[in-house]
């Protein structure tokens, strides 16, 4: 069974090559345990979507901005 070091690393080399078959569903079976991987993925998307926007040239986020994010704690008023 996949442990948590294992799936981050996976996570973030998917945004570089493609899985495996094998590493595809031992991924996907570690993240419908873990919320803490699954929330690791989404910033590592959110991540690689705005470094992609900032290196065109754009000057605001993408539609996936950290404020809209449930998994992104908003600042106390």
Do not use: I
């Not at 996907?28 to 919320?35: I, N």
């Amino acid at each position: 069974m996949m442990n948590c070091q294992e799936a981050t690393r996976l996570l973030s080399e998917a945004r570089e090559r493609p899985l495996s078959v094998t590493e595809k569903w031992a991924l996907r079976f570690h993240l419908l345990m873990c919320s803490g991987c699954r929330r690791f993925g989404t910033h590592v998307d959110n991540l690689g979507r705005w470094a992609k926007a900032y290196a065109k040239g754009k000057g605001e986020l993408p539609a996936s901005e950290p404020e809209n994010d449930p998994n992104v704690e908003s600042p106390r008023q």
